[in-house]
């Protein structure tokens, strides 16, 4: 499996596995853990609200009888959205992370993202939730999660801790990141910025980018590959390079993510064995600069 050095502070797998689903397959945890594990993945992402929290307390529970294990894996949780609001103050965070740390029958998490901007943010309150949840060796990276620029400019004026992961959603579909990047000083749709140039500050500021949702079309919707009512020319480009390097079709998606120099970690949300399989293998194809964009362009973009 590829390594990245996520935000220059942690050696990891490229490709991680996203927890969110894991409460649909609690039955099988033993079986989808040991895959991704085989697979080389070491990296395993959460949120307090998955599940209502029950998936943290799945992967609790596979923790507790696979003690060894802890110290080998990187185990993040994400917190801050609460029911009708974002809460970014002192006492949310802090007791966000101490339900976290329960449920994952855990003494820390290695990495804490704040999930969902808030826009009564005060920095200085999220500066002391962190400050204290370091000291006191509970968190030891923090990060945000859909997130602009400026959002984590804002953070820095006060947060004293480097802001090492902002995860967003990128996918062969809903692939803004780069599509606006494109399109500058053109006055077409694909040209207008949603996000503040996330990618390429990310890059400059040595963030490591994690892709949520690589393999689905708009927001958390059906997947992308196998669509050829909506998509078939992106999967006849992906069938003809799953061709070429004796793949699956979705081991060319998640190549296709991995490849962009920006060294994205791909969230990958499957609970299918064979699936996680094939996706992490993306991890040992390197596409070409033209098979890159090929795929792009059969997505249905263009190049001005």
Known sequence: MKQLYVGGKINCSAVAMGCM?????????????????????NYFDHADIYGGG???????????????????????SKCAIRKGCYDFSKEHIISS??????????????VLL??????LMEPDEVAEAFSKLESDGKVRFFGVSNHNPYQIELLKTAV??????NQLQFSIPESGLV???????????????????ALEYARIKGITIQAWSPFQQG?????????????????KRLSELAEKYGVEPITIASAWI??????????????????IKAICKGADITLTREEWYSVYLSAGFRLP
């Open 258 to 275: 991995l490849r962009h120099p920006a060294n994205i970690q791909l969230i990958s949300g499957s609970m299918n064995p064979d699936r």
């Open 219 to 235: 927001f958390i919707k059906k997947p992308f590959i196998g669509d050829y009512e909506n998509f078939p020319e992106l999967n």
């Open 160 to 165: 004293k801790q480097p802001i090492i992961i």
């Open 54 to 76: 029950e998936c943290e307390e799945i992967f609790g529970e596979y923790l507790s009888h696979n003690k060894a294990l802890r110290d080998k894996i990187t185990v993040q």
């Open 114 to 119: 704040l999930h969902r901007p808030d826009t």
């Open 21 to 41: 689903r894991i409460k649909d397959a609690k039955e099988s945890v033993d079986r989808i853990v040991g895959t991704a594990l085989e697979c080389g993945i």
């Open 179 to 197: 599509t606006s990047g494109l399109n500058v000083n053109m006055k077409n749709s694909e040209s207008v910025m949603h996000d503040g140039s």
């Open 97 to 110: 992370v101490e339900g976290s740390l329960k449920r994952l029958q855990t003494d820390y998490l290695d």
